[in-house]
């Protein structure tokens, strides 16, 4: 039977009898667990001496040994053990942490005690373990458990020591591992209940301990909770290695902590951002531990207990926490002010996600779904088949030149970059460890995942060692038989990464569809069941791209074959992904490019709809589907989709064609140029278009130049023929024609034209404004901001980098005389805020191209809501639409005073900022805008059959919660009772009709600006009939005015009131204890996509448990002779 956590807690816990993860899944699921504070923070105000470090034992130890706190643990036993006790008899802590933080071989090399290891750390553990058990025995219902500490170490494996080589180590990877193993047995023998991994600056070297923390499990049959605490280092929201907070949760995401959080660098008030994203995206128990606000100019921490907690119960409010405790600076007192504000809120509930996806990293996160990517592009060009320039480059040692062609290949689209340095010259795993090392230290190449790339299983192992992220190994298969690829998959599994899978059997390689679905299926069913448990969402399959149009017959279906596949292997293995070598495809086309790339294209253009998820590709050999010429591609589409037995002989003599036009050109001729520069010939309008879509920035100066003469402002260049280019580009995109590469390279061409464009407009606007001047518009004495029509804020969110549409908007506002404040791309919330606030702007517009982005501008809605900003929000970009503001988005911010707009493109922004920075037009603008989103919202709503309504009492448990202590209600009245209002004179009524009301009845609705009454009256549309109808009325009116016919009257009460569980009871104004009427109160029921509270009414009562008296008011109008007109 299973228990219920208050019946688990019920129950004194047993060491080594209780089930330790069910009863800390108890304790963390019911409240938040007090973790203890600095260790080191406390050995310091003692202030012991080089001798007092050394004891009786040490007193000839020939090395200083002073500042090694864990060998304490042996010196001082008795001060290590009362500080433990301390931390939970003072503090209130459950959880504490041995003091072993420098408890590893390399660590303590420093002090030559490296044989002294498993002593420190088992005698450590048995000292907490000690304190933990004297206070357990106490009171049995309040246990306490000791955490093993695993610092990080003074070495690091993704950041070289030495500044001239950034491929060198002074560690390896195995080496961290086997001193972690040391630890952590010592741990555990000494007492350890669960294992901390903390302070993590650096993710790989987390990543050894984690390998070391399962190679112990494994080989004691036993599993350990293990908890994981990173360390963001400064604001900018990464770890010293320079991860992100969500790539480095993802980078050890397979470690299935028990429990993951932050501590250390950061005081509470600076890593709330970060805690919050973190708490976002785990799928575990969250933790913090924070130092006592920042270093102060002496070495101390500024924070006192108090403050500290007030900043810490912020995160518990938020329910962001399952665990907090306290880091550097914290003592005792700290941890009992944080624990008493933590027992006001109930802990963080665990996330689960839908369903399982694919979540690579590199120093940034990213999720890999359809809906996110179509297609993801992995690079090429680092493989040594794959590139003759890269394979001479490593072969000669030149790694720095090599991580320029890594550099460009991430610059022109690729997602992934695949590293692949077989080769029979080369020491396979040399190199594999170079590359990798260098690759890992330049931020422009390591932002993305690494696909680690290799035919020989030991030079994959060794990449794996070398990165931080979770990448992609490439490949395993069958063909070594079934015990030997269940073991390289456990491998891959243990270092957390993505394994491509090879359709390849010990029968030899899969090559018709039926042989391809076969062996991907018997692969999937070993790697997910028991042998391996392999994640599904992590598998990729090839299920090999073969070369097609060889002049054999057999070879003919080969592209059929794979888009056939694809789609069973998709049916038959869920979460799977599906990948591919590309180019061997067109292998037998070598030298022709245009038939290559068509080729390729047209491929993909069919594979990615039939499930194909990424491949490895050269981003230069894609052509645009649309572009291919009609006869080449209704050639290649027969050859590819096997649909004309001649096909293949076609495209061989269209390729000679091809070849011949090639080789004529480097001779001099003219048969490819002319063909190429045809387009030269047609209107600069079609030019400019044609090389946004083609990527083409050779002319792109001129034609620019070109169109600017023929227009009557620069601006209207963007705004006509390089938009208009934009916009194709944007619909190939979308459907599936073009690859993300190609955009890039498209935008890279707008970048191009608009910079060409910025100094004439800038001259435009300083014309402008000497014009003005001159007019006497604006004065010579005015600051800079006066002379600008508004101030607007332009950042593109947290988590995208897409900057195109966010710059073209600042150039189009920035060209009507706005000032453009351009915070730049991943702009957090908090910094966009901050800047807002800085600046005094306008105007806030937020932009995205990425789907994830619409999540993060509903936070940045919600958080402007909180901070009580007051100025309009504008979203835009290609992932954003009209829906999502009016559904997502304006419900959180929006206000007749301060609306959240969808902005379409450019060249609406500039209506929209107009409309909203003119006094005189906001209001009627605003109104317009919310009526309209509010009938969106209303219509969205309606359309949804399937709103999943939560079972009563499980809202009831979820309700707004108000702390009545701190927010009592509202003083007394003596005016309790009811007060009747009769017969109240219409001429007095008459001035405060709302007339808009009545029009909307009778369905007439004037549009922007003739919105609402008396503006109605002007609409094109329905003006003539609307003041009909108003004056129709008015006659009405003035009958029952002069014949009252018609009399209003009212009633309105102040009740004494409390709330009784779920409802809200009146009592009677004279006998304060006889209740009058009890009102059942409803409440929100359907399912939140969010954390949000289920609210009802009487969550707004004090509850009558409180003793506080609250009242309630009610009023009710009614019109009495209405039916006899």
Partial sequence: MTLTHAEILAKPYVRGETDLF?????????????????????????????????????????????????????????????????????????????????????????????????????????????ACDELTALDPLMPRFVAGSIGPTNRTLSISPNVEDPGFRNVTFDELVQAYYEQIEALMDGGSDILLVETIFDTLNAKAAVFAVNKYQADKNKKIPLFISGTIVDMSGRTLSGQTTEAFYVSLRHSKPFCIGLNCALGANQMKPFLRRLANVAECFVSVYANAGLPNAMGGYDDDPLLMAKYCGEFCEEGLLNMIGGCCGTTPLHIKAIADEAHKSPPRPQYVPKEPFMWL???????????????????????????????????????????????????????????????????????MERFLKIAVTEPDVSKVPFMIDSSKFHVVEAGLKCVQGKCIVNSISLKVGEDEFVRHAKIVKSHGAAVVVMAFDEYGQAATEAEKVRICKRSYDILVGPRVGFPPEDIVFDPNILTIATGMEEHNNYGVDFINACKVIKEQNPYCKISGGVSNLSFGFRGVNVIREAIHSVFLYHAVQAGMDMGIVNAGMLQIYDDIPKDLLQIVEDVVLNRNPEASEALLERSLLEREKADAAKKGGTGVVVAQ???????????????????????????????????????????????????????????????????????????????????????????????????????????????????????????????????????????????????????????????????????????????????????????????????????????????HAAVKIAPQYSTIDHPVIHVL????????????????????FAEEILEEYEEMRDDYYASIDDIKMIPYEKICAKSFKINWATNPPFGKTNQLGNRVIDDVPLDDIVPFIDWNPFFQTWELRGRYPNRGYPKIFDDENVGAEAK??????????????????????????????????????????????????????????????????????????????????????????????????
């Fill in 22 to 130: 069910e009863y800390l899944t108890a304790l963390m699921s019911t409240k938040i667990l007090i973790f203890d504070g600095g260790m080191g923070t406390m050995i310091q105000k003692h202030k012991f001496s080089e001798e007092e470090y050394r004891g009786d034992r040490f007193k000839d130890w020939p090395h200083l040994v002073k500042g090694n706190n864990d060998l304490l643990s042996i010196t001082q036993r008795d001060v290590i053990k009362d500080i433990h006790k301390e931390y939970m008899t003072i503090g209130g802590a459950q959880l504490i942490g041995t003091n072993t933080f420098s408890g590893t071989t390399i660590a303590q090399a420093d002090y030559h005690m490296e044989d002294l290891v498993h002593e420190i750390n088992f005698e450590s553990a048995a000292l907490a373990r000690e």
């Fill in 361 to 431: 990293s590199g120093l940034e996160d990213m999720v890999v779904t359809k809906e996110r990517f179509a297609f993801l592009n992995v690079g090429e060009r680092c493989n040594i088949s794959g590139s003759i320039r890269f394979k001479k480059l490593i072969i000669k040692g030149d790694y720095g030149t090599a991580m320029e062609i890594a550099r460009a290949q991430v610059e022109e689209g690729a997602m992934v970059v695949d590293v692949n340095v077989d080769d029979g010259m080369l020491d396979g795993v040399a190199a």
């Fill in 677 to 883: 520069q045809e387009w030269r010939t047609k209107p600069v309008g079609e030019r400019l278009t044609h090389a946004l879509v083609k990527g083409i920035s050779d002319y792109i100066d001129n034609d620019v130049e070109e169109m600017r003469l023929l227009c009557d402002r620069p601006l209207h260049v963007i705004e006509g023929p390089l938009m208009d280019g934009m916009n194709v580009v944007g619909d190939l995109f979308g459907a599936g024609k073009m690859f993300l590469p190609q955009v890039i390279k498209s935008a890279r061409v707008m970048k191009k034209a608009v910079a060409y464009l910025l100094p004439f407009m800038e001259e435009e606007k300083l014309a402008q404004q000497a014009k003005d001047r001159a007019d006497g518009i604006v004065s010579e004495d005015m600051d800079e901001d006066s002379m600008y029509a508004g101030k607007v804020l332009l950042a593109t969110v947290k988590g995208d980098v897409h900057d195109i549409g966010k710059n073209i908007v600042g150039v189009v506002l920035g060209c009507n005389n706005y000032k453009i404040i351009d915070a730049g791309v991943m702009v957090p919330c908090e910094e966009i805020l901050r800047l807002a606030k800085e600046h005094n702007v306008d105007i806030i517009g937020l932009s995205g191209l990425i789907t994830p982005s619409l999540d993060e501008m509903v936070f940045v809605a919600k958080e402007m809501a909180k901070a009580g900003m007051t100025m309009p929000l504008m979203v835009g970009g290609a992932t954003t639409s009209k829906m």
């Fill in 905 to 924: 493109d450019a060249s609406r922004s500039v209506v929209v900022v107009g409309n909203l920075l003119k006094p005189e037009e906001k209001a009627d």
């Fill in 1028 to 1125: 009909k109808l108003f004056d129709d009325a008015q006659t009405m009116l003035h009958e029952i005015i002069a014949n009252k016919s018609m009399q209003v009257r009212g009633v309105c009460g102040i009740y004494r009131a409390a709330r009784k569980d779920q409802d809200v009871v009146l009592y009677d104004p004279e006998h304060r204890d006889r209740e009058l009427a009890s009102f059942c109160m409803l409440r929100q029921q359907a399912e939140k996509e969010t954390d949000e509270p289920y609210m009802s009414l009487c969550d707004f009562i004090a509850p009558v448990e409180t003793g506080l008296e609250d009242h309630l008011g009610m009023f009710a109008v009614g019109c009495f002779g209405v039916e006899e007109l």
